[in-house]
């Protein structure tokens, strides 16, 4: 089995996706998490506030979640525009 | 000139190796947290040291079998000889792989209930009772991922591949074993987590222990959602039959659709983990809050899981697509 070169840098270009999303995908997994832990503990020490506490929890998960936005993005680049 | 027999000898061997080795992280780290809460407990609350050290023993039990299917599926490496084809060099790596990082979340998981709950009976001896059966259906829960790894394992050791081409089949055993058995660590722990705080809860008011239980499941299954992802990964990978190809990206992007979903179960597994132990610790504390509390734990469950998502279309992708 002769590898070409164009066939190699496909190669390369999906594991580097698969890399990309996966190890992406980590960082704001657990940083969304312990901001859902912390809006739950004010809630616990004062209901009243819920709604605020839930709408502030949400813009900061938000922006926590645009470096996973970014793996996405990177790898369907590898996968459907650089090769 | 080195046969194919020897050459899967040896990767059977080398792949026992890491079943085990990788498999007693979890558990031994799991027990020996619980074994240092119990020793605390003790050191507060010497009169009740039977209880505590029983606590200590059953939850170090179930704890413990995560690693005791990672020896299981050693053995069945040592023990059985695969038949000289190709594709079981890439069969027993698979299974080493999956069965020994799938053990190392579902061990220190099982652990934190273990040890909350030693510490718990300490503080409210009357409890004793029900913390044993809170910790049981926590820590069960928390085996869940390792389960699912030696189901992966079982089935790539006791499936014929002899008749799929090897190329890129190769590649999607391996991605079969890395998708489970990564996905596995993070649920494995986060379960853990809310199982945690929900010993804790039942010891600080016994009265409200239905409801922490039931937070405390609910919370768990969401946990285990991304250990499914890849679970439904590894058996797409296993049966789907490839056709044969010449080219290296074929059997590169499956493998890579495999360690893809690996690694993004982690994030989500440990997050969803964190937020739902904070929600079950402020429902034994107010359980007026209930309603809220639930809300919130899922509302932000569900934001967390978005990156588990992102990985699993990704893997899809590149098993459909190319």
Not at chain 1, 3 to 23: H, N, P, Q, S, T
Not at chain 2, 32 to 50: L, T
Not at chain 2, 230 to 241: A, E, H, K, T, Y
Request: aromatic share 6%; glycine share 14%; charged share 10%.
């Amino acid at each position: 089995m002769a590898i070409e070169g164009a066939d190699l840098v496909k190669a390369a270009a999906f594991l580097g996706a698969g890399i990309a999303m996966g190890l992406g995908a980590i960082g704001p997994g657990v940083g969304e998490g312990i901001t859902a832990s912390k809006a739950c503990e004010a809630i616990g020490r004062n209901p009243a506030e819920a709604g605020l506490i839930t709408r502030t929890m949400l813009v900061g998960q938000a922006v926590a979640e645009s470096t996973g936005i970014y793996s996405l993005v990177i790898a369907l680049l590898l996968m459907f525009v650089v090769v | 000139m080195i046969d194919i027999q020897t050459w899967v000898n040896a990767s059977s061997f080398a792949s026992a190796g890491i079943a085990i080795g990788f498999g007693a992280i979890g558990a031994a780290v799991g027990e020996g947290y619980a074994a240092s809460q119990a020793a605390v407990a003790i050191g507060r609350q010497p009169d009740q040291s039977g209880d505590i050290l029983k606590l200590m023993l059953v939850g170090q039990a179930v704890a413990e079998s995560a690693s005791i299917f990672a020896l299981v599926v050693a053995m069945l490496l040592l023990f059985t000889q695969q038949p000289p084809h190709l594709i079981n060099v890439s069969v027993c790596l698979a299974a080493g792989i999956c069965m020994g990082f799938g053990a190392m979340g579902s061990g220190i998981g099982s652990g934190f209930p273990a040890a909350a709950a030693c510490v718990g009976t300490a503080r409210q001896p009357a409890a004793g009772g029900r913390l044993m059966t809170n910790m049981l259906v926590g820590s069960a829960v928390c085996q869940t991922p390792a389960i699912f790894s030696l189901v992966i394992a079982f089935i790539l050791l006791f499936t014929d591949f002899s008749d799929r081409p090897l190329s890129p089949t190769w590649a999607a055993i391996l991605g079969a074993g890395i998708s489970t058995g990564l996905a596995a660590i993070g649920p494995g722990i986060g379960g853990g987590l809310v199982a945690k705080a929900s010993c804790e809860g039942v010891a600080r008011h016994p009265a409200n222990a239905a409801p922490v239980t039931n937070l405390m499941l609910l919370g768990q299954a969401v946990t285990q959602t991304t250990a499914i992802y890849g679970l439904l990964i590894s058996f797409i990978l296993i049966f789907r039959v490839f056709p044969e190809t010449e080219t290296l990206s074929r059997p590169m992007a499956l493998l890579a659709s495999g360690i893809c979903m690996g690694l993004g179960a982690f994030g989500p597994g440990v997050g969803e983990g964190f937020a739902g132990m904070a929600a079950v610790d402020w429902l034994s504390r107010n359980i007026r809050a209930a309603g809220e509390l639930t809300r919130t734990m899922l509302v932000g469950q569900a934001v967390a899981e978005s990156t588990g998502i992102y990985s699993l279309v990704i893997a899809l992708i590149m098993i459909f697509v190319f």
